[in-house]
């Protein structure tokens, strides 16, 4: 498995600018549209769940459940520029990831930011 497995982010989605930073070096806010989110829930993969139990017994990296956690973060993200997106944003600042478990079922991956209109300086 090579790197592009275990990456984040959507990839030049759509004209969306999705940071981490206050701002954007070389641009202006122009407008401030509020925040912005996406949500999925995971279920656990009965397999995948006993593969990590007999892995984590013998030490190394849980390959198959770090793939699934970068394909959930990336639907979460996918669907956080959506709403950017429907909402007239042009880019997302101040975007994080919040996971927490969901009923003992599965986890949720919220994607959150504040989406804006940006222009050049």
Known sequence: MGIDDYGGGPGGQAGVLVV???DVPGHRVQQVI???????????HLGSQIGAGLK????????????TLVETRN???ERLIEHAQARG???????RFDVTDAADV????????????????
């Open 20 to 22: 981490t930073t206050n």
């Open 34 to 44: 509020g925040e912005v989110f996406g949500l999925t829930v995971r279920s656990r």
């Open 56 to 67: 984590s017994m013998l030490g190394g990296e849980l390959k198959g459940l770090t793939k």
């Open 75 to 77: 639907q979460a993200m």
């Open 89 to 95: 944003a042009n880019a997302v600042l101040m975007m």
């Open 106 to 121: 599965g986890t949720e991956v919220c994607a959150y930011g504040t989406a804006v209109v940006l222009v050049p300086e």
